[in-house]
């Protein structure tokens, strides 16, 4: 093929593979953000990091999907305007025509394995840390007034009347127990604001008062206050909060294989394992197998010769079908049994495999017979003249 056909065809492809991406995963992120996350997250300025968390799975998981329908879009448009019965008149083979998608969708398999080995589950940490300060209302801005929130498994009990402004609250009350001291406080402010820093949060409290009972001789002492200050586990200015934990979709390649190990001790961590291997290994990888089925299916049952049919519907329909298919089975099936990846396993190689057997038999055209030079006479007719 010459190199400025290549390109011009390597370009189409790419153009299309972008616009269906973003149409792809906007709606997904959005749709996943709305669902998760309350309203209250957008004062508490926590969008933009479950935005950047969540976008790099979306996108990994959505790319093979994006090149599949954009190969099937662009060669149904050539299709139907007769560009390809063109590049088979310049005497070009089918895997010629194939080759600047198939180009594409090779370096396209390269980048879906930088974001799901590497990419994705160094931001995806982001997303469960707002979910985690989602969860335990740790930010400050999220919490409603006339309503009671527990800290530190059940140990702070805090409540606001209201607020005045987003970091200011008007009648505040806490209960908080000291195992340590063996005693329980009760605070009372008429002014609460509430004062970020680089760990945690600082509320400076006006005009209150505190009652301390000790839980071993059930003493109450109570002191008024003009300004007191104390600390809650929210999320400060520097980074979320720490959650203790870490999933297996958060570490990167070589700690996920090396965790192997410790999920085959438990049936249920072993199939959150296989889950998410399948969809590091094997989803990038179907990139390329959309890739050939789109062309397989357009250049096999699509009307080449510019006359419109609904093969190419179908063909763009086909590879987002497969693709669904294909992560539903793999996040219900493998969490049941890890070898139903022998199946899935299978499943790919058989769209690889007949999508390359239809573009085969695209060049594939029969040898002429070979005739001997004596022909037999048939009887009742007469011979040729020597």
């Known amino acids: 093929m010459p190199r400025l056909l290549f390109f011009y065809l390597f370009k189409r492809v790419g153009f299309n593979v972008l616009v269906v991406q973003l149409a792809l995963s906007v709606p997904v992120v959005l749709s996943y953000l709305l669902y998760q996350l309350p309203p209250a997250a957008v004062r508490g300025g926590l969008v933009i990091p479950a935005l950047v968390g969540v976008t790099p799975t979306v996108a990994f998981v959505t790319l093979p999907m994006a090149i599949g329908v954009a190969t099937a879009l662009e060669f149904s448009r050539m299709a139907s305007e007769g560009m390809i019965a063109v590049l088979y008149a310049l005497r070009l083979s089918a895997w010629a025509i194939c080759r ?32 985690n300060v989602v969860s335990n209302s740790l930010n400050h801005r999220m919490l409603d007034a006339a309503h009671f929130y527990t800290f530190s498994k059940g140990v702070k009990t805090l409540y606001i009347e209201r607020w005045i402004t987003p970091d200011i609250a008007a009648n505040l009350f806490m209960r908080q127990v000291s195992l340590e001291k063996k005693q329980e406080e009760t605070i009372t402010a008429a002014r609460a604001e509430f004062r ?3 760990s945690g949060v600082i509320v400076a409290l006006s005009k209150g008062s505190i009652q301390t009972r000790s839980l071993a001789s059930n003493e109450v002492r109570i002191a008024n206050f003009d300004e007191y200050a104390m600390a809650l586990p929210m999320q400060g200015s520097g980074a979320l ?14 700690p996920f294989l090396a965790n192997l190990k410790l999920a085959k001790l438990d049936r249920r961590q072993l199939g959150e394992w296989m889950a998410e291997a399948a969809k590091r290994l094997g989803v990038p990888a179907l990139a390329l197998a959309h890739t050939l089925l789109a062309m397989a299916l357009t250049l096999t049952f699509g009307n080449i010769t510019g006359r419109r049919g609904a093969a190419g519907s179908l063909t763009i329909i086909a590879i987002p079908a497969t693709h669904i298919g294909y992560l539903v089975a793999l996040e219900s099936l493998l969490r049941i049994s890890p070898w139903f990846a022998v199946l899935l396993t299978a499943a790919v190689a058989a769209e690889i495999g007949v999508s390359l057997w239809l573009i085969a038999r695209l060049n594939y055209s029969p040898r002429p017979k070979r005739f001997d030079a004596a022909i037999p006479v048939a009887s009742g007719y007469a011979a040729p003249a020597a």
Do not use: C, T
């Open 196 to 198: 970020r820093n680089e």
């Open 241 to 254: 909060p720490d959650r203790g934990w870490k999933g297996v979709y958060e570490l990167s390649a070589g």
């Open 100 to 131: 600047p998608a198939l180009s594409l969708a090779a370096g396209i398999v390269v980048l879906g394995y930088l974001l799901a080995n590497f990419i994705a589950p160094h931001y995806s940490s982001n997303m469960q840390d707002v979910l």
